[in-house]
């Protein structure tokens, strides 16, 4: 399979990780959005959140729960954002599925 973020987690593409255990992948955006910008996947390829079910669910919730340990560790005690987009309408690039954090700063009050 052609995809990314799969020659990410393996290595075989160069990225700067920020977290990494059995299940999920963290690293730094490589064209930040926010002072920090960290995308968080599952190691199991899934193409966007539209292809989570009872089978693969474990990953998404590990990913939550990491959230906030990452989002410690990055400083962001102010607050941040998690995006996930999700298909062609919300301009998805990447068809791994990945939830942004994006934090460090005042944010946006627009959601899109
Ligand atoms: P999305 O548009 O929601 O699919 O987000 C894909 C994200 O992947 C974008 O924010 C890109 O900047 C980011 N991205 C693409 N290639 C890489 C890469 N090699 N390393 C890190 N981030 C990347």
């Given at each position: 399979m052609n995809c990314l973020f799969c020659k990410i987690i393996k290595g075989e593409i160069p990225s700067s990780k920020v977290y990494e255990d059995d299940m999920i992948y963290a690293f730094r955006d490589i064209n930040p959005m926010a002072k920090v910008h960290v995308l968080v996947i599952p190691?199991?390829?899934?193409?966007?959140?539209?292809?989570?079910d009872e089978d693969n669910s474990a990953y998404i919730a590990h990913i939550f729960e990491m959230i906030p340990y990452i989002a410690k560790a990055e400083g962001l005690d102010g607050g941040y954002r998690v995006i996930t987009n999700c298909g062609d309408d919300a301009c998805q690039s990447v068809k791994h599925l990945h939830f942004h954090i994006l934090g460090g700063e005042q944010l946006s009050d627009k959601m899109c």
């Open positions: 190691k199991l390829h899934i193409p966007s959140a539209d292809g989570v």
